[in-house]
């Protein structure tokens, strides 16, 4: 099955620091891509797949799971962790329960989480009733492109099948539960404004995690797919001197103090 135009994923070799970016629900790597090639434009290697299902057509979403979709991410971070002597992972809404999930399960190989409008559960009365709906409905309206700048557009479905969103409701249980197990350093930055995911989901996920190191940023101008509206420059660099603060190598040259691969055992990266 081809790819929409322009929702192919994105990796770039870079130095000891590594970040996997996770997507969203309905969407594909299109969303975090300005993103992801920021941060490579920054020397930092950078892994951005693809979901199961996703990029492609809705019913090839209908047929995967939510431990299809983390699967990959968890197949992604193992490919970075190898590669890397750091790795931090970023998402956005459902991706940034994934990231969650990875920083739960994964302890110390996980550097820190960037979470940009962080999905925490399925809202409203009909979220209820989607593990019996879902087999009579098939599909409702999609939820892509909430942004508020103009002339930007998100690529993701019209429809989403009623069976992913019940996997996804499943998904945000589980993650719900693997919150306290999160303790890394954590990042979010949510909009007050928000047509997709409202704020209280930002605010459970802070309040449930046992992280000490938590910076909380608004993004005021934008909607829910911030990376792609008016505070993505805001993103991409508070997110960098983030990454920047908690890997101290991140924009140093060997002159400077830090090796560079090979040199040493502060050089690592196997696969680089």
């Known amino acids: 099955m081809p790819l929409l135009p322009g929702a192919e994923p994105y990796r770039h070799e870079g130095g000891e620091i590594g970040v996997l970016l996770c997507h969203g629900f309905t969407g594909s790597p299109q969303s975090l891509r300005p993103w992801a090639e920021y941060l490579a434009e920054q ?54 329960a994934l990231a969650l999930r990875l920083g739960a399960r994964h302890g110390d190989e996980v550097a820190g989480l960037i979470l940009v409008n962080p999905g925490n559960k399925v809202h409203g009365l009909a979220a209820h009733a989607l593990p019996v709906a879902r087999h009579f409905v098939r599909t409702v309206k999609g939820v892509a492109d909430d ?13 989403v099948p009623l069976h992913s969103a019940h996997q996804l409701r499943r998904f945000f249980r589980v993650v719900d539960r693997e919150l306290p197990q999160v303790t890394q350093p954590v990042m979010v930055l949510h909009s007050p404004q928000d047509h997709v995911v409202p704020p209280a989901d930002s605010a459970r996920v802070l309040s449930r995690i046992s992280s000490r190191d938590v910076t909380e940023i608004l993004l005021e101008q934008s909607y829910h797919v911030a990376t792609l509206d008016h505070d993505a420059g805001r993103i991409f660099e508070e997110s960098y001197a983030f990454i920047g603060r908690l890997a101290p190598s991140v924009g140093k040259t060997p002159s400077e103090g830090v090796s560079s691969p090979g040199e040493g055992a502060e050089g690592t990266a196997s696969g680089g």
């Not at 939510?66 to 962790?81: C, G, I, K, M, P």
């Not at 942004?147 to 429809?159: L, M, P, V």
Request: hydrophobic fraction near 35%.
């Open 147 to 159: 942004i508020a700048k103009e002339g930007s557009h998100e690529i993701g479905y019209s429809r």
């Open 43 to 96: 020397g930092l290697t950078v892994s951005l797949p693809l979901l199961p299902g996703h990029g492609t057509r809705w019913e090839n979403m209908a047929v995967t799971g939510w431990q299809d979709w983390y699967a990959e991410v968890d197949r992604a971070l193992r490919e970075l962790t190898e590669r890397c002597s750091q790795v931090f992972v970023a998402g956005l809404s459902m991706g940034g």
